[in-house]
């Protein structure tokens, strides 16, 4: 249980079958100084195991139990005392540590609040009109179809770089499954501080685990898992992409489109909200812009908006940009200028590592202008705001738009807006003064994450 007492360090521990598990010799987490903040636990394969065996033992929530648990869950994660930390040091921790903006964090933790509070209704909006929830629904003697799961353990491998990548594998929970969550070696606060709440407000033991590993035990969760989900970079998704049972989570890669019909001079904050929003370090960050006609104005004008952010620590109440220890951000730094070859640069072509003299640095605002629509930056993501602009012709079609989370299309044209949303991958799209890192309770995220754990089974009695 963590202590938030400054003379004693924080531990995390394992949140396992019987409650928590602290090993001999925990794992050190530090902030984006280098200092120690924490203890973490990491458990072995062997735990692991088990601690799959017991899911698959244990039953699931009690469907009649789902909206008070997740309700009271919700009001104990967004103000209350979880294994000995108040909301504010959490929300600090996770900013010195991830490199999150504070503010950043704190609306993240009202809108993970937000999202536990809905997740059983969110959960059941991908169900079929024509499946019923369970044998007892009597829907189901009209339609002969019960909405059932694939399985029964699901694995979260998480990622870091957002608080709100938890709010997920919540739905999980509430459709039935038995959840594991190994979290992120970076951030390990939210996932954390989640499971905590949801114990707190009457999840068992064996329902919801917090099960930190290496990299190699990873797989042992993973594979032992009926259904996972995976984050990581384009290795990821190509390691996964013939499992079945695995849903990677890659790279967003997401867009905006501005056509000649629409002044982007009426929607530019929409557009450096999308680039900067949220520290610019999800996946539904804008990748790209592309634009129908000249795009240097509208590139001059949002790197002139990104330019005047503050270089501030991360748990400044100014901060806006995303930091990381000094060495990474010169890395990353290097790796853009030699991405960025051919383009021509209108913010960060000297550098992007700003240092802040204690060993961290504040990753500066990077926007580029490309050749062509099909010029290949435009693939290339990176953990900061960095936009690639690019002019689109519509001879050059849906291609260059295609392989995108959200795409924010600023267009009246109805014929382009029905083919965006008919485009197969093209996970979202968002019409008029709606960012890309646009999020909802019930809203799909990469379509709905029951598409991946339900089907509809048939169900039918005869005479008995």
């Not at 005392?81 to 503010?103: H, I, K, N, Q």
């Not at 240092?355 to 990077?366: H, K, T």
Request: aromatic share 6%.
């Amino acid at each position: 249980m963590p202590s938030s007492r400054t003379t004693d360090p924080l531990y995390l521990d394992a949140l396992g079958p019987r409650g928590s598990y602290r090993t001999r010799a925990p794992e050190t987490v530090t902030d984006v100084t280098g200092a120690d903040v924490a203890r973490l636990s990491l458990v072995p394969p062997l735990y692991v195991s088990r601690a799959i065996d017991a899911l698959r033992e244990a039953p699931p929530i009690a469907a009649a139990d789902l909206d008070a648990v997740f309700a009271t869950a919700g009001e104990v994660f967004a103000s209350g005392t979880v294994g000995g930390l108040s909301v504010r040091e959490y929300e600090r921790l996770v900013s010195r540590t991830s490199g999150t903006p504070l503010t950043v964090v704190r609306a993240a933790t009202r809108g993970t609040a937000r999202f536990l509070r809905h997740a059983p209704s969110s959960a059941d909006r991908g169900r079929p009109r024509g499946a019923a929830r369970d044998l007892g629904d009597p829907v189901r003697h009209e339609t002969h179809t019960v909405w059932a799961r694939r399985g029964e353990v699901f694995a979260v491998n998480a990622s870091g770089n957002h608080p709100g990548v938890h709010r997920g594998w919540l739905e999980a929970l509430a459709l039935g499954y038995r959840v594991a969550v190994r979290p992120s070696r970076r951030e390990p606060f939210t996932p954390y501080r989640l499971v905590t709440a949801l114990r707190q407000a009457g999840v068992r033991d064996d329902q919801l685990m917090l099960l930190p590993t290496d990299h190699p035990t990873a797989d042992t969760l993973v594979h032992g898992a009926d259904r996972a989900v995976v984050y990581g970079g384009d290795d990821v998704v190509a390691r996964y992409a013939h499992d079945g049972r695995v849903l990677p989570q890659g790279p967003g890669r997401s867009k905006i489109l501005v056509t000649a019909d629409t002044d982007w001079r009426d929607h530019l904050d929409t557009l450096v909200s999308s680039v900067a929003g949220e520290g610019g370090t999800a996946c539904v960050n804008a990748t790209a812009i592309l634009v129908e006609g000249d795009p240097g104005p509208l590139a001059e004008a949002v790197a002139a908006r990104l330019a005047v952010l503050p270089s501030l620590p991360p748990q400044d109440e100014r901060a806006r940009l995303p930091v990381c220890p000094l060495e990474r951000a010169r890395a990353l730094s290097a790796h853009l200028r030699r991405v960025a070859a051919g383009t021509h640069p209108w913010l960060g072509g000297e550098g992007i590592a700003d240092d802040l003299g204690d060993g961290s640095a504040v990753l500066r605002p990077g926007v580029h202008q490309a050749t062509s629509a099909r010029s290949a930056q435009l693939r290339a993501e990176l953990p900061f705001p960095c936009v690639w602009i690019a002019p689109w012709t519509r001879a050059d079609g849906l291609a260059p738009l295609r392989d995108t989370l959200a795409l924010s299309a600023l267009t009246r044209d109805r014929d382009l807006r029905e083919a965006l949303t008919a485009e197969p991958s093209i996970a979202n799209v968002y019409f008029g003064d709606q960012p890309t890192h646009w999020m909802a309770p019930g809203v799909p995220h990469d379509s709905y994450l029951s598409d991946f754990l339900m089907r509809s089974k048939g169900v039918s009695e005869g005479p008995s």
